[in-house]
């Protein structure tokens, strides 16, 4: 039976004890979802499951993955992943499959995974598709061992958050949300869709300062004066320091921040990260809540192309 308490940290944090109890000193910082898949029956993760089998690859458009018990034998499982994925999207959705099994087998016999499942993943108020995106992000890129690869979070910039994200083999933007989960700093992570602001996720000590990037409509468009804005420019990893103001009406006329981009090969899709001068505290916001939380398409990698201004 899978237990209903079992938050995807918990589970996370666990299948990575067992992890490097099992690899010693020689684990990789990159984490072996295949190790685990085989690991998992022997566990009490695994209970009454007999095997796991190796994840396969499906050609089928909207499909990123899916957790399937075999209807002949109720102790195997399986596990598939859309084709032709990059190995980092992959790898995410497999772990998401993990997360499936370990957290909701008890639940259903087949889980379909789709880049949208996080609105259709309800089941008894639980959101499992956002639970299963949840532990594989904390399983992929741990806490403890992010913070410490990050080390002088002042010196961040989006050449480090790209080794990180080749140090763990996930895609650049599971990577820099995860960041977003990570630092002290107050940072805003920014997706933009085709020219239009898709998402943006705020940190800790953004939050708590309210700093917030303006949004005049639903349809919101890069500032002008800013790099995101700046069709000349695809790439700059080093940032650029501008006024806080522009993005953010909130802040101070003396405030700074630092402004960085990468582009995507096909341009349709941009990531803006501003990491923003520190500030004091100030009350809360709860229209922040809502806006805070990753959905299963923003986690789904996607390639990571270099260009550097
Ligand atoms: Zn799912």
């Known amino acids: 039976m899978t237990d209903a308490t079992l938050t995807p940290s918990i589970a996370a944090s666990t299948a990575l004890k067992w992890l490097r109890l099992w690899h010693g000193a020689t684990m990789p910082e990159a984490t072996d979802l295949d190790v685990l898949r085989q690991m998992l029956p022997e566990t009490p993760y695994g209970k009454g499951v007999r095997e796991i089998k190796a994840p396969r690859p499906l050609d089928i458009s909207s499909f990123e993955g899916s957790l399937v018990r075999n209807p002949e034998d109720p102790t195997e499982w399986g596990i598939f992943y859309k084709e032709h994925a990059t190995p980092e999207r992959s790898r995410f959705t497999i772990a998401h499959e993990l997360g499936h099994f370990i957290l909701h087998r008890a639940l259903q016999s087949r889980f379909e995974c789709d880049n949208g499942g996080v609105t259709s993943g309800q089941f008894d108020g639980r959101n499992i598709e956002r639970e299963a995106n949840e532990f594989a992000s904390n399983l992929l890129m741990p806490m403890d061992l992010l913070r410490r690869l990050l080390g002088d979070q002042r010196k961040v910039t989006l050449h480090l958050l790209s080794d990180i994200a080749r140090t763990f ?32 996720r705020a940190s800790r000590n953004a939050l708590k300062t309210r700093a917030r990037v303006r949004q005049s409509d639903s349809a919101q468009e890069p500032f002008a004066g800013t790099l995101a804005a700046d069709a000349s420019v695809l790439q700059c990893f080093d940032g650029v320091e501008c006024s806080a103001a522009i993005w953010c009406a909130e802040e101070g006329a003396h405030m700074k921040l630092r402004e960085f981009k990468h582009s995507y090969t096909d341009r349709d899709r941009v990531i803006t990260l501003l990491l923003l001068e520190g500030a004091e505290p100030r009350d809360w916001d709860e229209s922040w809540k809502d806006e805070h939380v990753p959905d299963a398409s923003d986690q789904f990698g996607i390639s990571d192309q270099r260009f550097y201004c």
């Open 169 to 200: 083999e996930v895609s650049f933007e599971a990577l820099c949300l995860r960041f977003i989960e990570a630092t002290d700093q107050r940072a805003i992570l920014i997706h933009w869709d085709q020219g239009f602001l898709k998402y943006q």
